[in-house]
């Protein structure tokens, strides 16, 4: 199992905010499980955002009142007999801080405070909802997480996207009711944890690579693609003629086995393979240099993959990041990725 604080490492380079003053300290807390560093960071990013102001919009409210506002809703009103009372059924736009993203914390919390988190946590977090009395809760089965950010909504664009972690990775139920904690996140959020770390890492220890998660077209002779699929890299690094695409992966097994035979997933060679071949052909300068990476997320499997490969003329390579390593092993690993393929080191500030 993934240390808990490399979990925090790993969120801190996916989510930025989470290297800024108010949070450096938490890298040097010790957390029991997963729902506790999230508490943590739940519990800073409510406190700064509660200092700034929960935000409000308008939102729309049904009223029966004896005054007319906003909008008469003439059926309600007769169905409802409000009209022999000598009031209106209303619908009328509230300004409130009883807003979707506020639910969505509300509702989040509500679920972590059900989970094995410390007393002392769990203390700040039922003193931080009473600013969230007048805000309703949610079903978190239900909850619409393609959420669009503005200047005015911004500062929560963090929290979300913890609470959504937060709540894929709790919301399972036992036969009695429950809320059952699940000792890691999901295999697919952590993917895209991974992915994404991976990411943000590479863009902000090496600024003088530009880090992307780009598209490659398809090297097409007659310009044809009608429903070809998209081939979206999860990392392309680039540093003057040479291109590294990396294809990032997590799973429980980095192998497959049959007969008792390890070989590589075929599909992940052939995606990045394909992904490598469609890159190069691209590309007009004859000095470019395509290469590709599938990094795999160490197992406790005693065979992992550690291979490099020279195909039609680009070199594939198959490694595996130990993520239960000291976070400082971690670091040493990507770093001497770019070293390697790019001859350039890690930018110190």
Avoid at 3 to 23: C, D, E, H, R, W
Wanted: proline share 2%; with cysteine.
């Amino acid at each position: 199992m993934i240390p808990v604080q490399n979990i925090y490492y790993m969120l801190s380079y996916a989510f930025q905010t989470l290297q800024a003053k108010g949070y450096r300290s938490i890298a040097t807390e010790d957390f029991e499980n997963t729902a506790d560093l999230f508490a943590e960071i739940i519990i800073r990013g409510l406190s700064y955002q509660i200092k700034r102001g929960l935000g409000k919009s308008y939102v729309p409210k049904t009223e029966t009142i004896s005054v007319l506002r906003g909008k008469l809703d003439i059926t309600e009103s007769i169905k409802t007999q409000a009209l022999v009372r000598r009031q209106m059924v209303c619908i009328y736009d509230d300004f409130s801080e009883n807003t979707y993203l506020n639910q969505i914390i509300k509702s989040s919390v509500e679920l972590l405070l059900k989970s094995e988190i410390s007393k002392k946590r769990e203390k700040e977090l039922r003193k931080l909802m009473l600013y969230f009395q007048n805000i309703d809760t949610l079903d978190l089965y239900h909850v619409d997480w393609n959420v669009q950010y503005n200047r005015n909504n911004q500062t929560y664009q963090m929290l979300i996207s913890i609470c959504q972690l937060l709540v894929k990775g709790l919301l399972q139920t036992n036969a009695d009711g429950q809320t059952k904690l699940m000792d890691f996140l999901d295999e697919q959020r952590m993917c895209r944890l991974y992915e994404k770390f991976i990411l943000e890492y590479y863009r902000k220890e090496f600024p003088q690579l530009r880090a992307s998660a780009s598209q490659i077209p398809w090297a097409l002779d007659n310009g044809f693609h009608d429903m070809l699929p998209v081939m979206q890299s999860d990392i392309m690094l680039t540093y003057k003629e040479r291109v590294l695409i990396i294809d990032a992966k997590y799973y429980a097994h980095t192998t497959q086995i049959q007969y008792d035979v390890h070989t590589l997933h075929s599909n992940n060679l052939y995606q990045i393979f394909t992904y490598v071949k469609n890159k190069d052909m691209e590309l007009s300068s004859p000095d470019h240099k395509v290469s590709g990476m599938l990094l795999y997320a160490q197992t406790d499997e005693l065979i992992q993959p550690n291979q490099s490969y020279q195909m039609s003329g680009n070199r594939i390579d198959v490694r595996t990041l130990d993520l239960n390593a000291d976070f400082a092993v971690i670091r040493e690993q990507m770093n001497g990725i770019v070293e390697e393929y790019f001859e350039c080191k890690q930018q110190v500030v």
